[in-house]
């Protein structure tokens, strides 16, 4: 019932920019803090970003702070990623990411994709 669609990724050059969407439903979107993590070849998932359900409060990744913003938009039930100054370091697949809190249940879009090359 829970569905995170990703969009937004693609192929980028060094110091250039993306805006991800996480589109979700099937779930009170407005209730839910939501994430955004990335996962390269050989590498651990990483949290990059986090916001919480009224998107006052925000965190980020050391990696990307000041380069990344993460926000949101309850009436259109979306979350963003704006990715600035990318690097290649960057290239991973991003996916958005919410948990219940009674549960701890984990719930993942599909991911998309982010390379970052010359």
């Known amino acids: 019932q829970v569905q995170l669609v990703e969009s937004g990724g693609g192929l980028v050059q060094p110091g250039g920019s993306l805006r991800l969407s996480c589109a979700a439903s099937?779930?009170?979107?407005?209730?839910?803090?939501m994430r955004w993590y990335r996962q390269a070849p050989g590498k651990e998932r990483e949290l990059v970003a986090y916001i919480n359900s009224a998107g006052g409060i925000t965190s980020y990744a050391d990696s990307v702070k000041g380069r990344f913003t993460i926000s949101r938009d309850n009436a259109k039930n979306t979350v963003y990623l704006q990715m600035n100054s990318l690097k290649p370091e960057d290239t991973a697949v991003y996916l958005c990411n919410t948990r219940s809190a009674l549960t701890k249940n984990n719930y993942w879009g599909q991911g998309t994709q982010v390379t970052v090359s010359s």
């Open positions: 099937g779930f009170t979107f407005s209730n839910y803090a």
